[in-house]
C-alpha cells in the first residue's frame, strides 16, 4: 500500500549545495526536512533547526524520503542509493539545484561543463565579463551554490555557472543562454552505467536550448558531426586538432588563436599567457572568448580580462625546486585524460606521484604516456597496488603509504636524465582523493607542506 504523500521538500545531503538549499527553500515559505548519514553534521543541524527546518542527522528514515512531495539530492549522492530509489518507485518526485535555480533566475546564464578545464574556463569567464564592466555571480560545481544569488542582495549581470554530469542527471528544465561543453572523456566510470551514458550527461547540457540561446562545442570530441545538428541553438566551435575546419569558432594553433565569426575576426597571440600554457588551457581560452563574445562582450574588454588571469591551485601549480628538481601540484587531475595533458606539457623526466580512491579508472589508458614520458611512477591511495601491477612492467613503480613518504621516495628518483634536463615530480593522481583527504584541495596543499618541509632539511 502506497504511503500517503505528505508536502515537503526533502534535502538529502548537507554539504554546501544542500544547506544552502535547505535554506533557500525555507526563505520561500516552503515546508523543509533535510537528511544526512553524517552524525557530525549536528551543528549545521541546529542552525537549519532554528529556521524552521527540521532535521535527520546520522540516520536516514525510508518513511521520510516515502513522504516527501519532491527529494532534492546532494550531486554527489548517486540515484541508485536505496532510499532515493525506493522513494522513486513509490511516485515520490525528484529534482536538483539547476531547476529549482532555473525556477526562480531571471539574469542570463553561461553555463561550462566537459571533463576536465570547467574550474579554469569558468574562472576566466569571469575575469573577462568583470574586465567589460559587468558583475558576474560565479557559481555551481566550482563551490558557491547557485542559490546562493537567489539570497545575495549584490547587484549580478550574468551568472557563471560550472556544471557537473552529476547535476545535468536530474536536470529537465535547465536552458543556458551560452552553454559550453569543453570536452569529454573517461571519468566517474563508478557512477555511470558505462562511458556512452556519462558521455550523454554531458551532451544534456544542450538539450533544453532554442534557436535563441548559443552553444560551444569542442569540435575535437569523438561524435561531434554525429551530435552538434541535433540542437537548434547557435552554434559556435573550437578546436586544436590539425587540418579542422571550422566555419564559425576558433581554430587552436601551438602560437595563437584565430577567432573567425560572421562580421568579426581577431587573432589572439598565446604565448605572452604564461599562467596558461598547454594545449588544454588554449583550448580553455578560446571557449572563453568564444563564450564571452556570444553574450555580446567586446573583444578588447575580453583580452583584458585574459591578460590579468592567474593560475588556480592545484592545476601545474609551481611548488619549488630543490636541488634541480621542481615539484608541481596538479591534484585537480582525477582523471586520466587530465593526466596525460599534464605528461604532453612537461614532456620528459617526470616522476609522477599517481593513485587515490579510483573511480573504475582504466589506468592502461596511460600507458603510452608513461612509457614516453615517465621515469618513475610512486601509486598512493586504495588503488596503489592496481597502478603498481599495471605500470611495472612500463617502467619503476613504487607503493608509498603516505604523502610525505610519496614525496621523499620521489625525490629519491629525481636525477637528472642524459640531457642534463631537470627532473619533474608530478602529483597527478587520476583518483578522487577521499580516501585519504577531505577533496583534492586538501590533498594537494599536503603534497606542498611536505615539499616544502623537505627543502628545509
Not at 7 to 12: E, G, K, N, V, W
Not at 67 to 94: C, E, Y
Request: proline letters at 3%; one cysteine or more.
Amino acid at each position: 500500500m502506497k504511503e500517503k504523500n505528505i508536502s515537503y521538500f526533502l534535502i538529502i545531503g548537507l554539504g554546501a549545495s544542500g544547506v544552502s538549499m535547505a535554506k533557500f527553500l525555507r526563505s520561500k515559505g516552503e515546508t523543509v526536512i533535510a537528511t544526512d548519514i553524517d552524525e557530525s553534521r549536528t551543528d549545521i543541524a541546529k542552525e537549519l533547526n532554528a529556521l524552521g527546518i527540521k532535521t535527520e542527522i546520522g540516520f536516514h528514515s525510508q518513511q521520510t524520503f516515502n513522504r516527501a512531495g519532491i527529494m532534492i539530492p546532494s550531486p554527489g549522492i548517486p540515484l541508485t542509493n536505496k532510499f532515493i530509489k525506493t522513494a522513486l518507485d513509490r511516485g515520490v518526485g525528484i529534482t536538483g539545484e539547476l531547476d529549482v535555480f532555473t525556477r526562480y533566475n531571471d539574469l542570463p546564464i553561461i553555463a561550462i561543463t566537459g571533463t576536465n578545464g570547467k574550474t579554469t574556463t569558468t574562472t576566466l569567464i569571469s575575469d573577462m565579463l568583470t574586465a567589460c564592466g559587468m558583475n558576474p555571480f560565479v557559481g555551481g560545481n566550482i563551490g558557491t551554490p547557485l542559490v546562493d544569488h537567489l539570497m545575495a542582495r549584490k547587484k549580478t549581470d550574468v551568472i557563471v555557472a560550472e556544471i557537473s554530469s552529476f547535476q545535468l542527471d536530474i536536470s529537465k528544465k535547465f536552458k543556458p543562454d551560452v552553454a559550453v561543453l569543453l570536452n569529454i572523456s573517461e571519468d566517474h566510470l563508478d557512477r555511470y552505467k558505462n562511458y556512452k551514458a556519462y558521455e550523454a550527461s554531458k551532451w544534456s547540457i544542450f538539450k533544453n536550448q532554442t534557436s535563441s540561446e548559443k552553444a560551444v562545442m569542442n569540435q575535437s570530441i569523438k561524435g561531434f558531426d554525429e551530435k552538434f545538428s541535433k540542437f537548434p541553438s547557435t552554434i559556435f566551435t573550437f578546436s586544436a586538432a590539425s587540418g579542422t575546419l571550422i566555419e564559425c569558432g576558433a581554430k587552436i594553433s601551438s602560437e595563437d588563436i584565430e577567432i573567425t565569426l560572421p562580421d568579426f575576426y581577431h587573432r589572439i597571440k598565446t604565448a605572452q599567457f604564461k599562467e596558461l600554457t598547454g594545449t588544454h588551457n588554449r583550448e580553455n581560452i578560446a571557449a572563453a572568448v568564444l563564450s564571452c563574445l556570444a553574450l555580446g562582450a567586446d573583444i578588447n574588454d575580453i583580452l583584458k580580462g585574459l591578460e590579468t588571469f592567474k593560475n588556480l591551485p592545484h592545476r601545474m601549480e609551481f611548488i619549488r625546486t630543490i636541488e634541480g628538481v621542481s615539484f608541481y601540484n596538479d591534484s585537480k587531475a582525477t582523471n586520466t585524460d587530465a593526466v596525460i595533458r599534464a605528461i604532453e606539457y612537461f614532456k620528459n623526466n617526470i616522476i609522477l606521484i599517481l593513485g587515490g580512491r579510483g573511480k573504475g579508472t582504466d589506468f592502461s589508458l596511460l600507458v603510452n604516456d608513461v612509457r614516453q614520458s615517465v621515469k618513475t611512477i610512486i601509486a598512493i591511495g586504495e588503488s596503489r597496488t592496481h597502478i603498481k601491477d599495471t605500470f611495472e612492467n612500463i617502467c619503476p613503480a613504487k607503493e608509498a603509504q603516505t604523502m610525505k613518504d610519496a614525496v621523499q621516495t620521489a625525490f629519491n628518483a629525481a636525477v637528472k636524465d642524459d640531457a642534463g634536463e631537470p627532473a619533474i615530480v608530478l602529483l597527478s593522481p587520476a583518483c578522487a582523493s577521499f580516501d585519504m583527504y577531505d577533496s583534492y584541495a586538501h590533498r594537494g596543499n599536503d603534497f606542498a607542506t611536505h615539499v616544502i618541509a623537505l627543502g628545509k632539511k
